[in-house]
């Protein structure tokens, strides 16, 4: 079992369509980051977060450390939001990586 | 400020030959860690190093090494290539912060082993 589990792994939505991806971890953690990853490699951290919720413009993120969970929401999805999005654990200097959620946002 | 700069972004090597790739983080950042990205394994950290210090290393064979300057400018070297080695090879720095630490990827070194 991988430390860090994603789902779903692909997800196409339509424009508008609230987003849920879903992150849970074994490790111990001090931080739990979302990156976005475009084609072409780059790649953006989203959220860090230790504790409780987050929001940036559309994108929300949430932590439940006693269950060892984290999700990532886009309201109102944009084709532009179309991404790869990979959840991160981060403990002690080492980063364990989820396989990433594919999204497609259709117009 | 400028980014995170990786170079080269590109490269095609030859099995058994050896490659240095190069990492420049954003400026006053000491912090800074290296990532291979597969489409088989997907993203691996493989090692961190702060104050020309490596402080953490992922479960990879000794031919990947790396190293840090005064300037914080760090390389990574992959000796013996392999063909499993081509890999978007991910470097990032990080900045300690009042939430915790922030991390900013550069653009990526995209390495093909021929």
């Known amino acids: 079992k991988n430390e860090v589990e994603q789902s779903p792994q692909n997800l196409t939505a339509q424009e508008g369509e609230f987003i849920t991806i879903n992150c849970s971890y074994s490790?111990?953690?001090?931080?739990l980051h979302w990156l976005q990853q475009h084609p072409g490699g780059g790649i953006v951290s989203l959220f860090m977060l230790s504790s409780g919720k987050k929001k940036h413009g559309r994108l929300i993120a949430t932590i439940n450390i006693q269950e060892k969970h984290s999700s990532l929401h886009i309201t109102a999805s944009h084709p532009r939001d179309s991404a790869v999005y990979i959840c991160a654990a981060y403990n002690n200097n080492d980063m364990r990586f989820g396989a990433g959620t594919r999204l497609t946002v259709k117009p | 400020k400028a980014g995170v700069t990786q170079t080269p972004r590109y490269l095609i090597k030859t099995r058994g030959q050896q490659v240095t790739l190069s990492c420049s983080p954003i400026?006053?950042?000491?912090?800074v860690s290296w990532y291979q990205q597969t489409p088989g394994q997907g993203l691996q950290f493989l090692f961190e190093?702060?104050?020309?210090?490596?402080?953490n290393k992922g479960n990879f064979p000794g031919r990947f090494s790396g190293r840090q300057f005064s300037n914080s400018r760090s390389e990574m070297n992959v000796s013996t290539l392999e063909l499993g080695d081509s890999a978007l090879y991910l470097c990032a720095s990080t900045v300690q912060g009042a939430e915790g630490n922030t991390i900013y990827f550069g653009e990526g070194s995209w390495l093909t082993v021929v």
């Open positions: 490790v111990g953690i001090s931080a």
């Open positions: 190093y702060f104050s020309e210090t490596q402080r």
């Open positions: 400026s006053g950042h000491r912090s």
